[in-house]
């Protein structure tokens, strides 16, 4: 269980380590949006080669496709509500749909990471990369967001660094609940994070990279894709 706690504190570590980078000095927009097209590319690879795939190969499609379902609605609902409670446009929610879509498939992301660990399977090397460099530019983005609204130094640090004891925590979740998850529940789990990600990719990453970095998001995405793709390959 130490080693678990380990290295769900190692992989979840990013996500205050982003928050501290934007807020130790004042990040340009077209930066952010750099950041956020290269977070975005990794993280499509993520979806596709370490939760999808993965999903897939240890459970039926079904499980993977009903995973998917629930990530993508929970997302959904969860965005609204982070709208309705503050609003896009210079609220106090500012920068809070990229935490919340953290949240959402850190969780998932590192109980995987953790039933991997109990199974004996030891840690996957290309997964443990891509959740800590596909959390930097999420933090990176949204702490810049918040903190641009106006949120102070230490709300927004206290926020991401719950966000990251809440994924370490479900590493060990994940360890301590191996022997009596089945093939499809991991299943389950993948395809929850990969449906949480996607949509979060598609309504709130991705848009805001493309406003901030113009033309240049897609390059961006292009270098975060290969290089969250070549580790997943080599691995």
Do not use: H
Not at 18 to 44: D, K, Y
Not at 84 to 112: H, K, M, N, T, Y
Not at 115 to 133: K, N, P, R, T, W
Not at 195 to 208: K, N, R
């Amino acid at each position: 269980m130490i080693e678990s706690l380990g290295w769900g504190a190692l992989a979840a570590s990013s996500l205050v380590a982003g928050a501290v980078l934007a807020l130790v000095r004042r990040w340009s927009t077209a930066l952010v949006g750099l950041v956020l097209g290269f977070g975005a590319g990794a993280l499509v690879a993520s979806v596709s080669f370490e939760l999808a795939e993965e999903g897939v190969r240890i459970g039926s499609a079904y499980a993977v496709a009903a995973g998917l379902a629930l990530g993508g609605v929970t997302y959904f609902v969860a965005d609204r509500l982070v709208q309705q409670w503050g609003g896009r446009d210079g609220g106090s929610s500012a920068g809070a749909p990229l935490a919340v879509g953290a949240f959402l498939d850190g969780i998932p992301e590192q109980a995987v990471l953790g039933i991997g660990i109990a199974s004996g399977e030891g840690v996957s090397a290309a997964l443990l990369v891509a959740i800590f460099a596909s959390n930097l530019p999420e933090a990176i983005g949204s702490a810049a967001d918040m903190r641009s609204a106006g949120r102070s130094r230490r709300s927004v640090l206290g926020l991401w660094t719950a966000v990251a004891v809440c994924c370490a925590a479900a590493t060990m979740a994940g360890t301590a609940l191996a022997d009596a998850v089945s093939s499809d529940a991991q299943a389950f789990v993948d395809g929850f994070a990969a449906g949480a990600l996607l949509t979060m990719l598609i309504d709130s990453m991705v848009p805001e990279a493309k406003e901030k970095a113009k033309d240049w998001a897609g390059l961006a995405t292009v270098a975060g894709f290969a290089l969250a793709a070549g580790l997943s390959l080599l691995a």
